[in-house]
């Protein structure tokens, strides 16, 4: 049969009452009382019944945390950080993938809420205006990793994402580079990747070049998207002028050296190429990649930090972390 918090209380030599503090967390509890309740939980295998547990304190210890695609290679780190953070704290998680599918990221957002989560960590394909409604009108506490909303109404953490791809165009103008081809989602998406757009524009500007717009390719990013943004290149009859590109990630970036080698088109003799993100495989692929480094445990591990002191009611010192990136040269750029 397994333990009640009554064989807790019996065991430790204390009341049911503190028991009960002790698994809440509450301050007035001290140290040496606090550890014989340890000491008892841990001898007699107790678990706590997490149902009527939530129903009387109205927490479930339990986060959501909202991907876009756990395909990519860019968030697991961001989760790992998340997680880590959450064990620390006896936050359990739920993982949802909306795999870049809009509708499912709000299903998901409901979901959430009849599983009466304290609070979500959130990364959004897109952070429309619908979505954002309904974030609010569900009302839990949430955290916005990797970008952030247009207004900031929301807690957040990320990068500089324009002034990273400013600096990773402008790396690629002092390599020589006029004609920057830029790689990315349609511009009227609200999310990170789109915001490099305005980026790579304002590099360009400052640095006294014009804004080609046969350079500039919409589409998805991942691999296999390659293809059609070099297609798109040769219907503008712009392949043949470009001597760089800027992409939005690393994944994009090598299938797009991948099909660029397939049409005699060496990088980085021929091409210079920048991405963003630095996840892994960016050092590993031939030829490694020049790549704009986000810190993404520690993007994960500060928004799930942030995040539990909102569920807790405690204060934050800031709203909206904005954390360094760094640009990493490799072998993708001569």
Excluded: H, W
């Excluded at 950080?81 to 809009?102: H, K, P, Q």
């Excluded at 600096?167 to 920057?180: M, P, V």
Aim: hydrophobic fraction near 40%; include cysteine.
């Amino acid at each position: 049969m397994a333990a009640s918090i009554k064989d807790v209380a019996r065991e430790a030599g204390v009341s049911i009452a503190t028991v009960s503090r002790v698994l809440n967390d509450v301050d007035v509890v001290n140290d040496e009382t606090k550890k014989k309740v340890m000491d008892a939980i841990k001898k007699l295998g107790y678990r706590p019944n997490i149902v009527a547990r939530s129903l009387k304190t109205q927490k479930t210890k339990t986060i959501g945390i909202v991907i876009p695609d756990i395909s990519s290679a860019f968030y697991p780190e961001i989760v790992r950080g998340a997680e880590d953070v959450a064990n620390i704290y006896n936050y359990n998680i739920i993982l949802c993938n909306t795999d870049l599918d809009s509708e499912k990221e709000k299903e998901y957002l409901r979901v959430l809420k009849e599983k009466m989560v304290d609070g979500i960590i959130y990364m959004s394909n897109s952070l429309a205006d619908e979505i954002l409604e309904l974030t609010r009108e569900l009302d839990l506490p949430t955290v916005l990793v990797e970008t952030t909303d247009l207004n900031k109404t929301f807690p957040s953490v990320t990068i500089d994402n324009i002034k990273a791809a400013y600096d990773a165009t402008s790396y690629l103008i002092k390599k020589g580079n006029k004609n920057i081809a830029y790689f990315g989602p349609p511009r009227n998406i609200i999310n990170a990747s789109a915001s490099r757009y305005k980026g790579y524009e304002e590099a360009l500007v400052d640095n006294g070049l014009a804004i080609n717009e046969n350079l500039v390719v919409a589409g998805g990013l991942k691999a296999k998207d390659a293809e059609n943004y070099i297609e798109k290149l040769e219907e503008n009859n712009a392949l043949k002028d470009v001597d760089a590109i800027f992409c939005s990630t690393d994944e994009l970036a090598m299938g797009v050296i991948n099909n660029l080698r397939e049409r005699g088109i060496n990088v980085p003799k021929d091409v210079d190429i920048v991405s963003f993100d630095n996840t892994y495989t960016s050092s590993i692929f031939y030829p490694k990649l020049t790549t704009i480094n986000q810190p993404t445990y520690d993007m994960g591990s500060v928004g799930m930090r942030m995040l539990i002191k909102i569920i807790n009611k405690k204060p934050i010192d800031v709203t909206q972390y904005v954390l360094p990136y760094e640009l990493i040269e490799r072998d993708s750029c001569k």
